[in-house]
């Protein structure tokens, strides 16, 4: 990736060497509470400021189509999903998120949010894109920063 601001080039390139020193698989949780779906991020979700894991733009259409996909049923209160994720391929990965960037992104530290480009593969190859925003909880999952690339997979709903 090559930009023009040298600063935005600095800061890809440092989140490009955190991003090799975290590619461990990560587990996490999702359940909708009513009509919202929230991320149970550790050490955030048992807090009282659970509320700021609530999953806006295209994730809750994401998750419902998983759940869906998964189950052959709509998600009601209470549905959990959840899926392993790693920012970098693996084998069974079948959810893709791309993290879009340029000139006018916001700085990449904790509190901020990033967009992504999200896609999910089936027979057939990806569905359509979603373009979807993770608020700056996402840097708590992945130790203070966005990745550039997350691969996803379901394996488990309740």
């Known amino acids: 990736m090559i930009f023009d601001n040298k600063d935005i080039q600095k800061k890809v390139e440092e989140n490009l060497q955190k991003?090799?020193?975290t590619s461990e698989?990560?587990?996490?949780s999702f359940i909708k509470i009513a009509e919202s779906?929230?991320?149970?991020?550790?050490?955030?979700?048992d807090?009282?400021?659970?509320?700021?894991?609530?999953?806006v733009s295209a994730f809750p259409s994401l998750l419902e189509?998983?759940?869906?996909?998964?189950?052959?049923?709509?998600a009601k209160d209470k549905s959990e999903i959840t899926i392993v994720i790693r920012n970098e391929?693996?084998?069974?990965?079948?959810?893709?998120?791309?993290?879009?960037?340029?000139?006018?992104?916001?700085?990449?530290?904790e509190g901020f949010g990033a967009d992504y480009k999200i896609m999910i593969?089936?027979?057939?190859?990806?569905?359509?894109?979603?373009?979807?925003?993770?608020?700056?909880?996402?840097?708590?999952v992945w130790?203070?920063?966005?990745?550039?690339e997350i691969f996803a997979r379901v394996i488990n709903t309740i």
């Open 121 to 140: 593969a089936d027979d057939t190859g990806f569905t359509r894109p979603y373009i979807g925003w993770l608020c700056g909880v996402n840097t708590i």
């Open 65 to 74: 189509e998983l759940y869906e996909k998964e189950t052959g049923e709509g």
């Open 19 to 21: 991003e090799a020193d």
């Open 89 to 109: 391929w693996f084998f069974s990965a079948n959810i893709y998120l791309q993290r879009v960037l340029d000139e006018t992104s916001e700085y990449e530290g």
């Open 25 to 28: 698989i990560k587990q996490l």
């Open 143 to 148: 130790g203070g920063f966005h990745p550039q």
């Open 37 to 45: 779906w929230y991320a149970k991020v550790p050490g955030v979700w």
């Open 47 to 55: 807090t009282s400021n659970w509320q700021s894991t609530l999953m």
